[in-house]
Structures are given as structure tokens and as C-alpha cells.
């Protein structure tokens, strides 16, 4: 349930309706709004009269949360999750790009890549160490060394990094180098290694399944907000269907479902969601149209001989190119993109 505070309850009021919550068994968290602070209380209900805590002083009023999801949904936490990592704001109203290889396969690629990015305005470099392929005998990354030509290319060009994360043993590993810790579709259920996310103090980008109900995706975010670790980013990647003419569906929709439901702050893949080069910058436009707080898309300066997801990464100028598209579209709705390049208006006449 959630306990309302009126706009002039006292800390000490608020402190003994946090008391009485914990001797009643529940998990309690906090959340100071504008002008109310709101209380979640999750745990066993049955027996519980919320009438023994709206009797006290200071409570505006009690509600029963219907949703699963306690902590990830709006009911509990009406206002939007803002999350800052050093000089970069996800959830705001900039849209936020990460770019990069799927994979890490050298310290000339990584670096090529990551100059050409930066260029073009992304503010966090992507690129997986440890990879899940379906098939065993394909490329599976370069581990930790990977991950350290990564970080080193990142902090050349002044930009964050985003990797994946496959194993709750691997987390303290992977904390070392990536500021955001990536759950792929396949681990999105892995409870396992969300418990341990829920356990550390630095982002987390989950990304939906592939095969993943809107419900399924929240929940697996609860489980690492359960923890404690409130700084979760979802991420609409597409979903397998019977369509067979990309390689997933990316589903736009989901971006404005994500957003009335939860306070999370909601990106958008569209390298995964379909699979194709020439489909991402059409699904990424429409993805920063429909809101999305943020775009991670693959790049790679040679994607033919890339080792991983070549046929979905964009060259370097189709990139750079998508990212002016996408700074238009965003002055269009009100939110904005710091690309440091000529005025929207003079790109579109050009």
C-alpha cells in the first residue's frame, strides 16, 4: 500500500507512520515528491487494517496498490526518475544517445568507433565484452580485456560507458569499467543476476525480452529495485512475433505504455529491434518521436567484417546523419538534443 503524507506533516510524523509500518512487517521506501513525501509499504496486507495508519497524525491517506509492480510503477512514485551519471541526464528532456560495436574487437576498432560517435553527439559508448550468441561457436567477446579497451577509448573521448553483464558472478567485474550495467534480453529473467543488481549503486539498462509482456518487463525491473537500487533504464528492443521480415518487431507502443505505468526512464533499440541497417533509422525516429527518453544504437566503421551484428550496425555517416533527423524531431516535441552542431532549422533546409 501506499501511505500519502499531507503537505505539512513534520519529519518526526513521518518517521513514526515509517515506525509503525516496519513493526507491521512491511518493506518500506520513501519518496519525497514536490509537495508530498509518500510512503510505499510493501509486504504481506492480509490482516492489515490501513485504517490503524490513516489515524495517524500527518496522513493525508492511504491506497492499496493493485499493479505487481509496487516499485516500479507510478502509484508509489508518480514523478519521473531523473538519473545523472557525472555531466549526462537520462529521463529528462534530452534525448540521450549510446552508440557503439556490438562488440568489442579491438583497440583500433573501439577507438575509431568511439571518435566517430562522439563526433556525432552520443554521450555514452556501447559495446559488449561478454556476449550471449546463440550459437556456441560464434565470436563470445573479449572479456575483461574488452572491457578495458572500452574504458580506455570512452575516457579519450570524454564519454560514459554502457556494457553487458551476463552473470551475477561477473557484476563486481564489469562495475569496474561500465558506468551502466547492461541486462540483455535473454537475462532478463535471470533473477539471479538481478538480486545481485539490485545489490550495487550504479544503473542499470534492462532490456525487454524477446519474448516479454510489458507486466513480465516491469516485475523483472522490481526485482532489482527490490534490492534497493532504484536506477533502473528500461529498453524497448522488439519482440519476436511471426514476421519474418526483420529480424524482431520493434514495438514503438511500448514506449508510451512504459511511460503512463512506470516512472523508469525508457529507450529505445532499434539495432535489435530489427535487425536490418536500413530499418534502424526509421524505428529510431519514431522512437524519438514517440518519446523515448533515450536511443542505444550499433555503429561500426567496417560492419561487413564486424564479428558480431554487422548487417544491423550503421556506418559512422549514416549515423551521424540520423542524429541531426533526431535533433529535429526532438525540438519538435519539446525535448532537445546537445549535439553541438548547426541549427535545426538550417539542417532542414538543407
Known amino acids: 500500500m501506499v501511505v500519502v503524507m499531507k503537505e505539512n506533516a513534520t519529519e518526526e510524523q513521518i518517521q513514526k507512520v515509517i515506525a509503525r509500518l516496519v513493526n507491521m512487517n512491511f518493506d518500506v521506501h520513501r519518496s519525497t515528491g514536490v509537495s508530498k513525501t509518500i510512503i510505499g509499504a510493501i509486504g504481506d496486507k492480509r490482516g492489515v487494517d490501513p485504517r490503524t495508519i490513516e489515524v495517524m497524525e500527518g496522513v493525508y491517506e492511504v491506497l492499496r496498490i493493485t499493479e505487481p509492480y509496487k516499485l516500479a510503477g507510478r502509484t508509489f512514485h508518480p514523478e519521473d526518475t531523473i538519473i545523472r551519471i557525472k555531466d549526462v541526464v537520462i529521463g529528462g528532456d534530452e534525448v540521450v544517445v549510446m552508440a557503439g560495436p556490438c562488440s568489442v574487437e579491438s583497440e583500433e576498432q573501439i577507438d575509431t568507433i568511439a571518435a566517430a560517435v562522439k563526433r556525432a553527439g552520443a554521450k555514452v559508448l556501447r559495446g559488449g565484452a561478454f556476449k550471449p550468441r546463440t550459437s556456441p561457436y560464434s565470436f563470445q567477446g573479449l572479456g575483461e580485456k574488452g572491457l578495458r579497451m572500452l574504458r580506455e577509448a570512452a575516457d579519450r573521448y570524454g564519454l560514459l560507458v554502457v556494457s553487458e553483464v551476463m552473470d551475477k558472478n561477473k557484476v563486481p567485474l564489469v562495475m569496474e569499467y561500465a558506468d551502466i550495467l547492461q541486462v540483455g534480453a535473454r537475462n532478463m529473467q535471470n533473477y539471479d543476476l538481478l538480486k545481485a543488481l539490485g545489490r550495487v549503486r550504479k544503473p542499470v539498462l534492462l532490456k525487454r525480452g524477446m519474448a516479454a509482456t510489458i507486466e513480465e518487463t516491469l516485475l523483472s525491473a522490481e526485482y532489482i529495485m527490490a534490492g534497493g537500487n532504484y536506477e533502473v533504464i528500461l529498453c524497448e528492443r522488439g519482440i519476436r512475433t511471426f514476421e519474418n521480415y526483420t529480424r524482431n518487431t520493434m514495438d514503438i507502443s511500448a514506449i508510451p505504455v512504459f511511460q503512463k505505468l512506470s516512472h523508469l526512464p525508457v529507450i529505445a533499440d532499434p ?24 536511443l542505444i544504437i550499433e555503429v561500426h ?22 542524429m541531426q533527423e533526431c535533433q529535429i524531431i526532438s525540438q519538435a516535441i519539446g525535448k532537445k538534443m546537445d549535439l553541438r552542431l548547426p541549427p535545426a532549422k538550417a539542417l532542414a533546409a538543407g
Open 301 to 322: 566503421h567496417d560492419p561487413e567484417n564486424a564479428l558480431s551484428d554487422g548487417p544491423q550496425s550503421l556506418y559512422p555517416a549514416q549515423f551521424e546523419k540520423l
Open 271 to 294: 539495432s535489435h529491434g530489427t535487425g536490418i541497417r536500413d530499418k534502424v533509422a526509421p524505428m529510431a525516429r519514431a522512437a524519438v518521436a514517440a518519446g523515448a527518453h533515450g
